[in-house]
Each structure stands twice: as structure tokens, then as C-alpha cells.
């Protein structure tokens, strides 16, 4: 709805595998750093919209120790996440 999904090119949310429940953190590369810049100051310090209403918990963003689509993409697409579900999300664009 914000206009980023064609802005990224990497997601990955590590969860509880017993759970199956987000833990409360992303990874998200974006495809420039003016493209994180914009995300960062329009989302910093916001409220997200749960299933349960509005999020007590601020949104807070910072940069990884990890950059760019490839590093990522060797660091946890390598993992042993064995649900498809749970795997990190990779758009190679053409």
C-alpha cells in the first residue's frame, strides 16, 4: 500500500521454529540506500497495525552489519530453514 513492493529485493523474518511465530525483527535490503532512506524516515518510530489492534511496540530501524542483495543472500538463504514458509523471500530482478 506504501508503494515499496517493487523496492525491495530481500526479506527475511526469522521466526520461532516451535512457535512459528515472527520473533519481532526483519531484514529487509532495499534495491538503493535512497530507497532504505525514504522507508526509514517515513516508518521510524511508528505504531504497526496488528491482528489485535494497534501495536504498543514503536517500530525501530537500523542499518544490518550485512549490505546488499548477494550478502544476504549468503548469509540466510543458506540456513537450514527446512519450511518453505519460513525461508527468506529473493527477488532477482532481470
Do not use: H
Amino acid at each position: 500500500q506504501a508503494g515499496y513492493g517493487s523496492l525491495f529485493d530481500f526479506v527475511y523474518i526469522p521466526c520461532s521454529f516451535a512457535a512459528k511465530r515472527a520473533r519481532g525483527y526483519a531484514f529487509v535490503n532495499f534495491v538503493s540506500p535512497a530507497v532504505a532512506s525514504t522507508f526509514c524516515e517515513m516508518y521510524q518510530g511508528s505504531r504497526r497495525l496488528t491482528a489485535s489492534g494497534l501495536s504498543d511496540r514503536a517500530l525501530l530501524i537500523s542499518p544490518a552489519a550485512i549490505q546488499g542483495l548477494e550478502a544476504n543472500v549468503a548469509r540466510w538463504a543458506g540456513s537450514r530453514v527446512r519450511d518453505p514458509a519460513m525461508r527468506p523471500f529473493v527477488r532477482r530482478q532481470p
